[in-house]
């Protein structure tokens, strides 16, 4: 039950911070941070208690919820997920802090669209029923809009529309995609079900398999975005409030991540593997291109909006590569990515809060005025372009390595990304906080409240980076049992195809 | 006519007798409060008159009326919206000047009709009770006797309706004289035993559907539409797009799946034409609009695009999900219009988008109800609206209508765009026009209706079950 409560936790404190709202700013804040850190404590206490991680569900709710359509309520948790909502609640707390003198107006209300956007993310890492996921993946849409459109920058409303009804019309296109595989599991066991175990194994051509994840591909690699899917987020990201450019970056981006892990690979074994050239290039242009927009972006929001661009064509190069070396990075890169482009907006929001503007040529110089804003941009600079020691660079050097494994070529190319990384991420540095002083800012270095996050931030980062065991140790069982329901799949094809050859050529040889 | 007959019309009595109370009640004591009053006792006593007749249905009055529990689901959903719309009725006539009693008078002659289309078996009852509906109509959209848009609108209404029901009478006659009979259980009858439909026969029913396609607003037959939204009175709109095209909806699919339509090629390729264009250009012309009752009238063209895909499954699951989705439409579009009706005043009709800007910091609750109403008609989850059109989208695959299910899909999108500049408007920052208070009855509907908006949204189960076991042909 605490996965239910989890979520209901979340959707109390935002309706309570809501009604808050009406009688002080600071009570819808307090609020939502009590939630947030409940939440979080629950689950830290949960984990210390469970001793060993093996490939069962930790926790495994199960409720009828529209019976009449094989449609449940079913909540699990693994060690993926698990990661995944500690990401979530504390990125969620960090998020609340950082609007804490950002966000003056309709305070409540915020609170009330951060929480519910926190609920539909944690509904998404763990749902198990296809239906209840989309349900999920569709309820962050309207609060993130409102997000966006009420609290953004000066183009908010279009970014905010651009954002809906991209996710919208690709997540529609999975909902077909859902029914499809839920009227092809149904014709071929005459059981009509929504839920993600049962479905599993489900038995269809290659052909079908192809189109029915191209559905929900369309989903995630909007989400993710991949190259040609790209175009809400820069718009999107520059134009959200601070939170909100931190909650796109840091925890929207994985649900699409996490969508190609649990969803992609397990269900449609034979179809992902055949995608999985295209998924590798499609990859490898996203890290490049990404870097190379980044690089020429002068907006320092929209630069780090297209890092993520970048940062995550390692993500699906890694998800396609199929092996446990690349999805232990990939999982690694979903938090580091997180924790480093998350630290960055929040970087660019305190340096808009000061000299109001987010054009980098304008700054220039800055350190002397803010030096402990300047090192922590710095290390997260560093993380960004791969530093050993700082999360990043285990991510990626994973990804990359799992990757060589399956693709040499592709592996190779994608390593050109590392010095793209490292071109924009000295190219921020260089321009904000180093160089000709352009104009005189009158600015004050970080508040302590501002110190806290970034510091803790900092700490997340090299912890990852020295010392990632744990983390390998929580996704590890989760990750090999996907693996496993893929390859015992694809195996299994691959075996039937040598059979019938086998039976050719022998047929061919009587002849 | 025996006693079980007199039972099992006692809802149509119900509505027959209350208009004549009220006239009589009107020339001796004139009275606001006791007219409405009244009427809201009437429409409670005809829906609690249902549940006496459950025991004796299947019941059938022959030729004209077949009580059955099909019908009888349509005539609880019509009345409930019908109590609905003179609810929000209130206070819109309250504050016109000059008589507006006989306003419910009108009402219940149209719901008469409208109850009457759900029991036809038989064209005259058909034609009657469209009649009916439509005459009452004209008058209710021209109620606004000093508004100039109101009389156009209302003539508009007049003319076009002549001439579908026209085109109605027509291929009903063409039926006829193919088959000799105009009760539907005959007709399926006849039509059963062959291999190929008489050619004069398909000719009859594409008449019968110009006729149909009027009065559900479907595109090539929409024209008015628009227009008539925006001059009538917000709550008559309502009742418009929900009693109206729901009763309409109920006739017609009995129609179609007595003479089993979806059979036919030619029949289902027209119909499938239809609906596509009708979801393409309803749409499309909704994204233009700045008058938020056009953008509803161009909605709910799309709308009834999307639902008559259900015709083409020819299954009953097809009939159930149309109701399902009917239910929500009807909820939805009440809350929207009821909106407008709350926030109109005498001199005002709130129908610019304009003065929707900034509502939501001035009326954050009248705005949260027309954001979730929005929501529902755009289908977002927790919304009854998403069920609906999962239920919808679910039967149209079953069937492998995938074209029809496709431009649903593109559709939605395109419907998410214009959905969502209102809300926008709604959520950005205030203007300084003056909005009217609002009573406590329109503040109860509104209540209701949202409330019904979420919990059918995110727990539908029971209704579908109701639906399963009392809507079946």
């Not at chain 1, 993600?196 to 559905?215: E, K, P």
């Not at chain 1, 990852?464 to 195996?491: C, M, R, S, W």
């Not at chain 2, 695959?397 to 709604?426: D, E, H, P, Q």
């Amino acid at each position: 039950m605490i996965l239910i409560y989890l979520i209901l936790i979340l959707l109390a404190g935002a309706l309570l911070a809501w009604i808050s709202g009406n009688l002080n700013h600071v009570l819808p804040r307090v609020i939502t941070l009590v939630t947030l850190i409940v939440d979080l404590v629950w689950l830290i206490i949960y984990l210390l208690q469970t001793v060993a991680f093996s490939n069962k569900w930790l926790i495994d709710v199960q409720h009828h919820w529209i019976l009449q359509f094989g449609i449940g309520v079913h909540f699990a948790l693994d060690g993926l997920s698990l990661l995944m909502l500690l990401l979530t609640f504390f990125l969620g707390i960090i998020s609340v802090l950082i609007s804490w003198k950002e966000i003056n107006s309709r305070v409540g209300f915020f609170h009330f669209n951060l929480l519910l956007i926190l609920a539909g993310i944690v509904g998404v890492f763990l749902s198990l029923d296809l239906f209840l996921f989309y349900f999920f993946w569709e309820l962050m849409l309207v609060p993130m809009y409102f997000l966006i459109g009420i609290w953004g920058h000066e183009n908010r409303t279009k970014a905010a529309y651009k954002f809906f009804l991209y996710t919208q019309a690709s997540g529609l296109l999975m909902f077909i995609s859902i029914l499809a595989l839920y009227f092809v599991h149904g014709n071929s066991t005459g059981i009509y079900t929504f839920d993600y175990i049962q479905l599993l194994g489900t038995h269809m051509s290659a052909s079908t398999g192809l189109l029915i994840m191209s559905g929900f591909l369309a989903a995630f690699l909007v989400k993710l975005p991949v190259v040609p899917l790209h175009n809400w987020l820069p718009d999107a990201h520059t134009e959200a409030p601070t939170a909100g450019s931190l909650i796109l970056a840091a925890l929207l981006l994985k649900t699409g991540a996490y969508g190609l892990l649990r969803f992609i690979v397990p269900l449609f074994p034979i179809a992902s593997s055949s995608f999985a050239p295209i998924g590798m290039i499609l990859g490898v242009i996203g890290i490049l291109y990404g870097a190379k927009l980044a690089f020429a972006q002068t907006d320092l929001k929209r630069l780090i909006a297209y890092t993520s661009v970048s940062h995550m064509g390692f993500v699906i190069l890694g998800v396609f590569s199929f092996n446990e070396l690349a999805y232990q990075g990939v999982v690694i890169q979903m938090i580091a990515h997180g924790i480093s482009t998350g630290a960055l907006f929040i970087m660019a929001g305190q340096l808009s809060e000061r000299i109001h503007t987010r054009d980098i040529n304008k700054m220039g110089g800055l350190w002397e005025k803010a030096p402990f804003m300047g090192a922590i941009g710095l290390i997260f600079s560093m993380a960004s372009l791969g530093l050993p020691g700082l999360g990043n660079f285990i991510a990626e050097l994973l990804i990359l390595l799992g990757a060589f494994k399956s693709n040499v070529l592709m592996s190779v190319l994608a390593c050109i990304g590392l010095i793209a990384a490292t071109l924009y991420s000295l190219r921020i540095l260089q321009k904000v906080f180093y160089g000709v002083k352009n104009t005189d800012w009158k600015m004050n270095d970080l508040s302590i409240r501002e110190k806290t996050i970034a510091v803790s931030l900092v700490i997340v980062i090299a912890g990852l980076g020295f010392y990632p065991q744990p983390v390998f140790n929580i996704a590890k069982p989760a990750l090999l049992k996907t693996l496993d329901e893929h390859n015992e799949k694809t195996q299994l094809n691959s075996e039937n195809l040598k059979v019938e050859t086998d039976l050719k050529s022998k047929l061919y040889f009587y002849k | 006519m025996t006693e079980t007959d007199f039972l099992s019309l006692s809802p149509f009595l119900i509505l027959a007798l209350a208009p004549i109370i009220i006239m009589i009640v009107i020339s001796i004591y004139r009275n606001y409060e006791v007219v409405f009053g009244f009427s809201v006792l009437s429409i409670v006593a005809a829906i609690v008159s249902i549940v006496f007749i459950l025991p004796v249905i299947p019941h059938s009055i022959a030729p004209l009326f077949l009580v059955d529990r099909y019908s009888l689901f349509f005539i609880t959903i019509i009345l409930i919206s019908a109590l609905l719309v003179i609810f929000l009725s209130y206070d819109y006539l309250k504050q016109l000047d000059g008589i507006r009693e006989e306003y419910y008078i009108i009402l219940f002659t149209s719901t008469l009709g409208a109850s009457l289309l759900a029991v036809a078996n038989h064209f005259i009852l058909f034609f009657l009770g469209i009649e009916t509906l439509t005459l009452s109509l004209y008058i209710l959209i021209a109620f606004e006797k000093t508004k100039d848009s109101s009389i156009e609108a209302g003539i508009k209404y007049l003319v076009l309706a002549s001439v579908s029901s026209a085109f109605l009478l027509f291929g009903m006659g063409l039926i006829y004289i193919t088959f000799g009979s105009m009760q539907f259980s005959v007709l399926e009858i006849a039509i059963r035993h062959l291999n190929q439909l008489p050619l004069l026969f398909i000719f009859g029913v594409g008449m019968m559907l110009v006729g149909i396609g009027f009065k559900l607003a479907l595109v090539p037959f929409h024209m008015w539409t628009p227009d008539v939204y925006q001059g009538a009175p917000a709550p008559v709109s309502s009742y418009i797009a929900t009693v109206s095209k729901g009763a309409v909806m109920a006739v017609f699919i009995r129609f179609f799946f007595n003479i089993r339509g979806f059979d036919n090629q030619s029949i289902f390729i027209v119909i499938s034409g239809i609906a596509v264009l009708s979801m393409f250009v309803g749409n499309l012309l909704a994204i233009q609009q700045k008058n938020i009752k056009r953008l509803l009238a161009y909605s709910s063209i799309a709308n009834m695009g999307y639902l008559i895909i259900i015709l083409l499954t020819g299954s009953d699951k097809g009939i159930q999900a149309a109701i399902f989705y009917l239910i929500t439409y009807f909820i939805t579009t009440i809350g929207a219009f009821g909106v407008i009706s709350l926030l109109s005043t005498k001199e005002l009709e709130a129908e610019n988008i304009e003065e929707y800007r900034g509502l939501f910091w001035k009326k954050p609750w009248i705005a949260i109800v027309m954001t979730f109403c929005l929501l529902s008609l755009a289908g977002i989850p927790i919304t009854a609206g998403f069920i609906a059109k999962f239920y919808l989208i679910l039967e149209g695959m079953k069937a492998g209508l995938w074209i029809l299910i496709f431009s649903m899909i593109i559709n939605s999108v395109i419907g998410l765009y214009y959905y969502l500049r209102v809300i926008t408007s709604m959520f950005s920052v205030a203007n300084e026009n003056l909005l009217p208070s609002v009573s406590v009855l329109g503040k109860v509907t509104l209540a209701f209706v949202t409330i019904s908006i979420l919990v059918l949204g995110v727990y539908p189960g029971w209704l579908i079950d109701f639906i399963v076991k009392y809507a079946i042909l």
